[in-house]
T-cell receptor
Framework: GQQLNQSPQSMFIQEGEDVSMNCTSS?????WLWYKQDPGEGPVLLIA?????ELTSNGRLTAQFGITRKDSFLNISASIPSDVGIYFC?????????FGTGTSLTVIP | NAGVTQTPKFRVLKTGQSMTLLCAQD?????MYWYRQDPGMGLRLIHY???????AKGEVPDGYNVSRLKKQNFLLGLESAAPSQTSVYFC???????????FGPGTRLTVT
């Protein structure tokens, strides 16, 4: 199957700091998705990217679709305590979705 | 409008026992998925269905079976549970058009 690697694996930051994380794949994807999972719940879609080079924002979140189509980046500006959770990238191939290994974010008030 | 629900929320099984996890959706979505989530490994697809009466294998199907007799329900079965199947199981639905999947709250399964 497809392998999507995310880095960093975990982050501990102070409230108000900006956050950057990325996702790389061994294969090309035509769509990149970013999900957030709150503790004890299922993932929720944050941002979908459909074109190489595309930059899309959702509030304080900005995601980019890498030019090579093998990577994607997610930035969170001015972090707040409710940003805590695990962030996953995902790429669909046909009817299947492949998920990254996740980046765990802890925000210290 | 409940969205995607999963039953049960928690379960402890002994090795060799069987059980069925139920996923129910009220969004009329064609596609349904079963994933398992293990620490450091993200979500891995077990089986999925593109419509009532259909099923297909995902990335890690061994030891699991599924059925989709009704559009709104997707069942995941473990015939003979093994400790390696200790995990959190998530069901998800998908419209087939936009790429948004809707996830259930998860079932935490422990096999001893």
């Amino acid at each position: 199957g497809q392998q999507l690697n995310q880095s960093p694996q975990s982050m501990f930051i102070q409230e108000g700091e900006d956050v950057s994380m990325n996702c790389t794949s061994s294969s090309i994807f035509n769509t990149w998705l970013w999900y957030k999972q709150d503790p004890g719940e299922g993932p929720v879609l944050l941002i979908a990217l459909y074109k190489a080079g595309e930059l899309t924002s959702n509030g304080r979140l900005t995601a980019q679709f890498g030019i090579t189509r093998k990577d994607s980046f997610l930035n969170i500006s001015a972090s707040i305590p409710s940003d805590v959770g695990i962030y996953f990238c995902a790429g669909p191939t046909g009817n299947q979705f492949y998920f990254g290994t996740g980046t765990s974010l802890t925000v210290i008030p | 409008n409940a969205g995607v629900t999963q039953t049960p929320k928690f379960r402890v099984l002994k090795t060799g026992q069987s059980m069925t996890l139920l996923c129910a959706q009220d969004m009329n979505h064609e596609y349904m998925y079963w994933y398992r989530q293990d620490p450091g490994m993200g979500l891995r697809l077990i089986h999925y269905s593109v419509g009532e009466g259909t099923t297909a294998k995902g990335e890690v199907p061994d030891g699991y079976n599924v059925s989709r007799l009704k559009k709104q329900n997707f069942l995941l079965g473990l015939e003979s549970a093994a400790p390696s199947q200790t995990s959190v199981y998530f069901c998800a639905t998908f419209t087939g058009s936009s790429y948004e999947q809707y996830f259930g709250p998860g079932t935490r399964l422990t096999v001893t």
